[in-house]
């Protein structure tokens, strides 16, 4: 009987091979999307869950009470590690402080080094570390022990590193590396590369140790109201300690251990493991990559409407071809054929085509993968079909079987045996209609909300791509470098070369550029007041030059003379806003940075509001002032022109200067398009998804308009005959659907500014959403409509009448 269902269910797709291709091709274009998009969601997800004990794994952290709200830190005071330790003995506890940009050399020549030393720069994954880490965080030691990081001077490194630096990785144990030209450090064991799931990328391993002895030059102190991202600290529970406990009782911690009397306004509390990926109050300091819960919700909604919209394909033709099948369900009714046999008949041929559709769209988003990294932050090696991937296919297949073949079964099925081998079965008698007018309005609804998120994606793009940042971001070149004692002493020849340079327009020695990811804060008093304000300002450190090389400009007051050291400053107008005072009552005026041992710095001058991180967040309070010793990039603004041999001069110019230091040059703009990388990709994913819907709604739309011109050829004939026009009938064939399209716009509308009101509010600087971008989408959606239908009924009318009424 089952091999009798499928014959006669093959049968059916071959006879309808045309109406079988459109189904096929809307479904393997849907599942495949969807399944890359489940790749991307299953990838999200996994951060640091495939550690066996993930959920009794704590991130500690710091909540800081300030005037104009909460501020969040993923670091801790330095003296907190072992303090935790004394108070939590249940807990294991480990610190890491990073180091970013560091700069790692290969000796060739033992310790001093020789000519074939070769330098690498390590962006992240480069952190003095603790062996209790492992005590915590479980690795696989391909030589070596945990035990190796409680000497000085000691490193451990990920097979990668020691196959790019060594060759092999057997060859590294026993090797030399230096440290920012600072370090000499020991290779004392060797690990494997961290999974692409973790936001613990651990490639160069210092024993902990080793920053004790260079404290100035790392940061490292044991000020317990500092408080750096650089030093984090991890927990491990017992599975029988509350969490809410140990909350309740880092509540009052670093008022107890740092003595403090008074009101102490930062607080620490657990994040737990797993949450680091997503919780954006921290940022991803140690990871490459972020991102959050609210896109891959997103995503998720996207890939149920590309289903259902592939689904709706199905029912659409299945039920306007049943009525072709009446006289075949009414013989095999009167020959004894039961109503479930009709519909397992009917749903085997539905499993079929789905079936199909699986294995074609599988085929389909392999060659799709290389491309997806284009649109999700995903690794090279991840993994289209893991048993995840397969387990959703399974589900997606049986989930479009019950949603596309259970209508048309149950309609199929359902025929009268005298009205089928009558004739009388009609698409209005079986209701089909109505139905598949809501399906199309259904359809149409879920393209144009995409077509409207993805132009109001593009256009928020667009906008802060274009943004007024307040400086210069064009044709400056920043080179990172180093602020030990070779660089500090050839910091003013270096820029004295630079500007003899006739291409170079301006140069300044800074910490970072006016709009970065570094949010170095600290408290400040004002006026000689004795009393901290409360007010959270942000440090930005460049010598006299800084505002020239950028072009910041001034509502008051002049920049600061030349100086080593702080000795004035100039705040930007966000600054003396919060103070309450005008910006040329404020020069003159003296703040103080920090704690009370800190000098008074003199203001001589405010400039104008420029954007001191994304457009997502609003600007800050800033104060600008020379510090050498933080000066550890050079901002270098140049001429356009011969663009590629004027930075290879530069370039050229870095190496000679400082053979010492790998070079590392980067565009400015260049830096800051980054930091709206995950909203260009969700941009990228609402134009794909909108052409996907548009594709597969308009293939559902031709599928039945061929359907409906096959039924009404002779119709279509008579009308010719008594003298129709062209044009008369192909308005008789989209008439009924331009109103549909108009009514779908009615639904989506709503929909669509819901969805991008609430995407729009990551930007504190933001378009408004315009009638013409609504506008546009169901002027889009009329014309493919048009297009699709107007093709199929100019057909249609220009078929000879002869051949149409030649069978009456």
Not at 276 to 301: E, I, K, P, Q, W
Request: proline share 3%; hydrophobic share 45%.
């Amino acid at each position: 009987m089952l091999k009798n269902y499928f014959k006669i269910a093959w049968r059916n797709i071959v006879r309808h091979k045309g109406y079988a291709a459109i189904n096929v091709s809307g479904l393997t274009v849907g599942i495949a999307a969807c399944l890359l998009i489940f790749v991307v969601i299953q990838f999200e997800t996994s951060f640091e869950t495939f550690r066996p004990n993930y959920k009794n794994i704590y991130h500690v952290v710091t909540q800081q009470k300030r005037e104009e709200g909460f501020a969040y830190n993923p670091g801790v005071p330095i003296p907190s590690t072992e303090a935790l330790r004394l108070d939590f003995p249940q807990a294991k506890v480990a610190a890491i402080n990073t180091a970013y940009g560091s700069q790692i050399t290969v000796l060739s020549g033992g310790a001093q080094g020789g000519a074939g030393d070769k330098k690498f720069t390590e962006n992240m994954g480069v952190m003095f570390m603790e062996p209790q880490f492992f005590d915590i965080f479980k690795a696989d030691w391909l030589a070596g022990s945990p035990a190796v990081l409680s000497q000085p001077e000691m490193a451990v490194i990920d097979k990668s590193s020691a196959e790019k630096y060594f060759g092999d990785w057997k060859n590294a144990v026993g090797k030399l590396l230096k440290m920012d030209n600072l370090i000499n450090l020991k290779v004392a064991g060797v690990i494997e590369d961290a999974r692409p799931n973790t936001d613990l990328p651990l490639k160069i391993l210092i024993s902990f140790r080793t920053v004790k002895k260079y404290p100035d030059n790392y940061y490292f102190n044991s000020d317990w109201h500092s408080i750096s991202s650089n030093h984090q600290v991890f927990m491990s529970l017992p599975q029988s300690e509350s969490v809410a406990r140990v909350n309740a009782q880092l509540a009052g911690f670093i008022k107890k251990h740092s003595g403090d009397k008074g009101q102490v306004s930062s607080v620490e509390f657990l994040q737990p493991l797993a949450d680091m990926h997503f919780d954006t109050r921290f940022g991803n300091t140690l990871g490459d990559h972020m991102t959050t819960r609210a896109s891959l919700r997103t995503m998720s909604f996207i890939a149920v409407l590309i289903i259902i919209m592939a689904s709706i394909n199905f029912i659409n033709l299945s039920t306007a071809q049943s009525v072709g099948r009446s006289k075949e369900v009414g013989i095999r009714k009167v020959l004894g054929s039961s109503r479930k046999q009709l519909v397992a008949q009917v749903m085997g041929e539905t499993a079929i085509i789905i079936f199909g559709a699986v294995v074609l769209s599988v085929v389909l988003a392999k060659l799709a993968l290389p491309y997806l990294k284009n649109v999700a932050n995903v690794p090279d090696s991840i993994s289209l079909l893991s048993t995840g991937s397969i387990l959703f296919l399974v589900i997606v297949a049986i989930t479009v079987i019950l949603l596309a073949g259970i209508y048309p079964a149950l309609v199929v099925s359902g025929f009268k045996p005298v009205l089928a081998l009558k004739n009388k079965i009609t698409a209005a008698s079986i209701g089909g209609i109505p139905l598949r007018r809501a399906l199309v309005v259904g359809q149409f609804a879920i393209s144009q909300l995409l077509i409207i998120g993805t132009m109001i994606a593009i256009k928020q793009m667009n906008f802060v791509n274009e943004a007024d940042l307040g400086f210069n971001k064009e044709a400056v070149l920043i080179i990172p470098g180093y602020t030990d004692s070779i660089s500090l002493g050839k910091m003013e020849s270096y820029k004295q070369q630079l500007l003899q340079n006739p291409v170079v327009r301006s140069a300044s020695f800074v910490s970072d550029a006016p709009s970065s990811d570094n949010n170095w804060g600290t408290n400040f008093y004002f006026d000689n007041s004795t009393k901290e304000n409360g007010i959270t300002t942000f440090l930005k450190v460049g010598d006299a030059d800084y505002f020239k090389t950028f072009g910041l400009h001034f509502v008051a007051g002049t920049g600061y003379e030349q100086s080593d050291t702080a000795r004035q400053v100039v705040v930007n107008e966000t600054f003396v806003a919060k103070l309450n005072i005008k910006p040329q009552d404020a020069i003159g005026k003296t703040v103080r940075l920090g704690g009370n041992k800190s000098p008074w710095l003199r203001i001589t001058g405010v400039v104008k509001d420029f954007k001191t991180n994304s457009l997502r967040e609003a600007v800050k309070p800033i104060v600008i002032s020379p510090a050498k010793k933080f000066e550890s990039e050079v901002a270098i603004k140049i001429q356009t022109k011969n663009l590629v041999q004027t930075v290879a001069a530069l370039q050229k110019q870095w190496e000679n200067t400082y053979p010492e230091y790998a070079y590392n040059g980067y565009f400015l703009d260049a830096n800051i398009a980054h930091f709206y990388t995950q909203e260009n990709q969700m941009a990228l994913i609402y134009k794909v998804c909108a052409c996907i819907a548009i594709f597969i709604a308009c293939l559902g739309l031709y599928g039945l308009v061929s359907f409906m011109v096959v039924q009404r050829t002779k119709e279509v004939g008579v009308r010719k005959v008594l003298g129709a026009s062209v044009a008369s009938i192909v308005y008789l064939f989209s008439k009924e659907f331009m109103v549909l399209i108009g009514l779908s716009f009615v639904i989506a509308v709503p929909v669509a500014w819901y969805m991008m009101t609430g995407w729009l509010q990551n930007f504190v600087y933001r378009i408004h959403i315009s009638l013409d971008v609504f506008l546009l989408a169901v002027a889009a959606s009329l014309l493919l409509a048009w297009l699709t239908v107007g093709y199929k009924a100019v057909k249609a009318a220009l078929v000879n009448p002869v051949k149409s009424l030649r069978s009456e």
